[in-house]
């Protein structure tokens, strides 16, 4: 059974930083790109950024150079250090595992900037 679990979220001021953690279990971690998503009030979820099976990585123009995508594939972990965090950065975070058609979510941290 597949499971990935994330965690850090939290209530930070603007200018802050978080560090989210997703730890998976039931795959061979090593074999599948890793993502993190998130999805604000009454808005779509978005991709914000990913990391392929290899190490490469994407962010989406409005986290580059703010947010750094990382995994660990001996603990089977992926990670986002979120800095500089906006109030527009607000909403929860998810991590995903996928390869081809395989998929697989997390059940979301909530991430709230606001002074």
């Known amino acids: 059974q597949v499971q990935l679990v994330e965690s850090g979220g939290g209530l930070v001021q603007p200018g802050g930083s978080l560090r989210l953690s997703c730890a998976a279990s039931?795959?061979?971690?090593?074999?599948?790109?890793m993502g993190w998503y998130r999805q604000a009030p009454g808005k779509q979820r978005e991709s914000v950024a990913s990391?392929?099976?290899?190490?490469?990585?994407y962010y989406v123009d409005s986290v580059k150079g703010r947010f750094t995508i990382s995994r660990d594939n001996a603990k089977k972990m992926v990670y986002l250090q979120m800095n500089s965090l906006k109030p527009e950065d607000t909403a929860v975070y998810y991590c995903k595992c996928y390869y081809f058609s395989e998929n697989y979510w997390g059940q979301g941290t909530q991430v709230t900037v606001s002074s």
């Open positions: 039931g795959i061979i971690f090593s074999g599948y790109h």
């Open positions: 990391i392929t099976r290899g190490g490469s990585t």
